[in-house]
Structure formats: C-alpha cells, structure tokens
C-alpha cells in the first residue's frame, strides 16, 4: 500500500504522520500545497500514477470560516472541486478515499445529536463548500468515505486550544461564547480512526457499509465550556465569563448545536472514542511536553 497525505503540513495532516511512523507495513507520501495542489488535475492525476498511490487521506482544505464568505471561488474550488480531482483521478487506479469534512454543513437547528441520514443545510460558503465535496464522494462509484468532524483541535497548528492557553496567561478575564454546542475533537484521535481504516481495510471495501460518517470525541459541550477546562488544565489563573453569541458578531454564521452522533463508525469499525475532556488532557499534556523540550 502507497497512501497519499494531502494537506499534510495541518492539525490532521501532522497528526498523521507522526502516527505513519509507527507503522512499518505501509508507505506513506505527504504532501502539501506547495508539493501538490489537489486544484490541478493533470499534476495530481500524474503524481497518483507515477507514486502509484492505492489511496488517499485528504487533509486539503479551506478551513477559514469567515475568510471564506470573501473568497467564495478559491474555497469552492479547493473544497469541492479538489475533491472532485481527487475523485477522478483515484478511480483508475482502484483507489481508495478518505475525504474529511465538517459539522457546518447542518445549520445547527436540531437539538439531539446529528447522524449521517439527517438533512444537510449549511449556512455559509464554507458549509456548502465542504458538501460539494461530500457529494463529489458519495456520487461517484470509487471505494471512499466522507467522515465529519468537529471543532478540531491538536498541539500543531494554530486552534482554540492554544489560543486560550496563551490569552489565559496574557488576560485576567475571558469572555467566551455560551450558547453554541458541539464537540471538541482531537486531531490526534481522528487520525488514528484514519490510519484504522485505511490501512486495515487495504484488501476490503471501506465503503461497504456507508458512504458518510460521523466521528468527533465523545460528549457535548459549548465554546465556554470548553475554554473553560482549557484554562483549569492549564492550570491557568484566568476567569471565564459565559456572553451570548450576538455579542461577538462574526462574518459567517455558526450552526448554534452540531453535536454529532458517532453510532455508525463505532459500530462499523469496532472502535472506542474518548470523552473530548480526556482527549483535551492528553493535548495539553502534549503542549506543555513540547514546549519544555
């Protein structure tokens, strides 16, 4: 097996490759914009045949929401045409795809968790963006999977975490939105869902079940919520003051409620997910690891 990182240099992509080093069995390529930009069909179609790539995770994405709204042509074109790429240039090959995508393509209305049959609706570009690429997966007749994710998190990259472990310590007070529910996900964990799937299922469909998951951490929280155990195991002194979110108006709306229900993955795949505040624990364990090295 010769499995294709895309978007490799992110939370997931790097996650990713630090788990890849432990396994001896495959041969993992990671790439990044600079290395591979999924936008041009005819380098990717080469590449994929040339590296003879048996399958592909794809990290590539426009993930800035709000920036978003201003650049509705390149985010279209990175998050559903890529796809489409992606797509077309696996099916010569018999490859296999897995394509991540977001909780924002529901527009947060519901009120129990969200599963994979639940009617999609997403309220900003980004949202309908990442369904076209859904649908670039789902349409086709190419052996891949869309998993959804949500409020992703890791110790690379920029994210929520870091952000709030660092104004902890600049700030007295935080003021945090309380009325947004969803579920922090560690990219960590997502990337070995990843690794699970695609290495394990290399003889097998990995679409034989269904074309769309679900999988965050276990359990719901809002934004407060989440900045707040942040800031405790950051052992951080730093109040955190719950505000609704009209009081911190953003260019793209958010979906108010995105928890999402991860019964099918687990089931399919045999596997067990982490309460997202153990997760959390083992990030900021991570964190601090990292910086005192």
Not at 51 to 73: F, H, M, R
Not at 196 to 204: D, L, Q
Not at 247 to 267: Q, W
Request: hydrophobic fraction near 35%.
């Amino acid at each position: 097996m010769r499995i294709l990182i895309t978007g490799s240099n992110g939370q997931l992509g790097s996650e990713i490759r630090d788990l890849a080093s432990l396994n001896k069995t495959t041969d993992f390529i990671f790439t990044d914009l600079h290395d591979l930009d999924i936008c041009d069909f005819n380098a990717l179609n080469n590449f994929i045949t040339e590296q003879k790539i048996t399958g592909v995770i794809n990290c590539a994405a426009y993930t800035n929401v709000d920036k978003a709204e201003e650049n509705s042509e390149i985010v279209k074109k990175v998050n559903s045409e890529g796809v489409s790429n992606l797509v077309n240039a696996l099916k010569p090959v018999n490859g296999k795809l897995i394509h991540i995508s977001t909780d924002y393509v529901f527009d947060g209305e519901n009120s129990q968790p969200y599963n994979e049959l639940d009617p999609v609706n997403p309220i900003g570009v980004y949202g309908k963006s990442k369904r076209g690429g859904e649908l670039a997966v789902i349409n086709s007749s190419m052996d891949g999977i869309v998993i959804r994710t949500s409020w992703l998190y890791s110790s690379y990259g920029d994210n929520f975490v870091k952000k709030i472990l660092d104004l902890g310590l600049a700030k007295k007070e935080l003021r945090i939105v309380f009325d947004q529910l969803g579920t922090p996900t560690y990219a960590r964990d997502l990337a070995k869902i990843c690794l699970n799937i695609i290495c394990k299922n290399s003889s097998n469909k990995i679409s034989e079940k269904r074309k769309i998951y679900h999988y965050s951490n276990e359990g719901i929280a809002s934004w407060f919520d989440f900045a707040s155990e942040i800031i405790k195991l950051g052992t951080i002194v730093c109040k955190v003051v719950p505000v609704l979110t009209k009081e911190f108006p953003t260019k793209a709306k958010r979906p108010h409620y995105s928890v999402l229900d991860n019964t099918n993955i687990k089931n399919d795949f045999n596997i067990e997910i982490p309460n997202w505040r153990d997760s959390l624990k083992a990030c900021i364990l991570k964190i601090n690891k990292n910086k005192d090295q």
